[in-house]
Nanobody
Framework: QVQLVESGGGLVQAGGSLRLSCAASGLTLTNYIVGWFRQAPGKEREFVAA????????YYAESVKGRFTISRDNAKNTVVLQMNNLKPEDTAVYYC?????????????????WGQGTQVTVSS
């Protein structure tokens, strides 16, 4: 059974940092594109970042470029999202997801497996 589990969320002041992890079981993440998405109350789920299979070029939403970094820890079958210089507008539930094919890498409907989400709250 495939399972993705996010961790690392919490409450942080603006300008602070958080490190989110997405741990997988039931599949090997290096065989999948892994994306991070977020959803704030009353808003649609939006793309944050993604990493290609084999740790290739990462993709970032414009709103997080230069502040967030996505990376793989293959030994732990995990993908990490390092978030620096956090802003109140980054407040949301953050989800990791994975899929096999590159097409629609920023399209949340194209992902096959999802975690349960972790709350990130940034206070001003």
């Amino acid at each position: 059974q495939v399972q993705l589990v996010e961790s690392g969320g919490g409450l942080v002041q603006a300008g602070g940092s958080l490190r989110l992890s997405c741990a997988a079981s039931g599949l090997t993440l290096t065989n999948y594109i892994v994306g991070w998405f977020r959803q704030a109350p009353g808003k649609e789920r939006e793309f944050v970042a993604a990493v290609s299979r084999g740790g290739g070029s990462p993709y970032y939403a414009e709103s997080v470029k230069g502040r967030f970094t996505i990376s793989r820890d293959n030994a732990k079958n995990t993908v990490v999202l390092q978030m620096n210089n956090l802003k109140p507008e980054d407040t949301a539930v953050y989800y990791c997801a994975c899929k096999r094919f590159t097409i629609g890498i920023s399209d949340y409907t194209a992902y096959d497996y999802w975690g349960q989400g972790t709350q990130v709250t940034v206070s001003s």
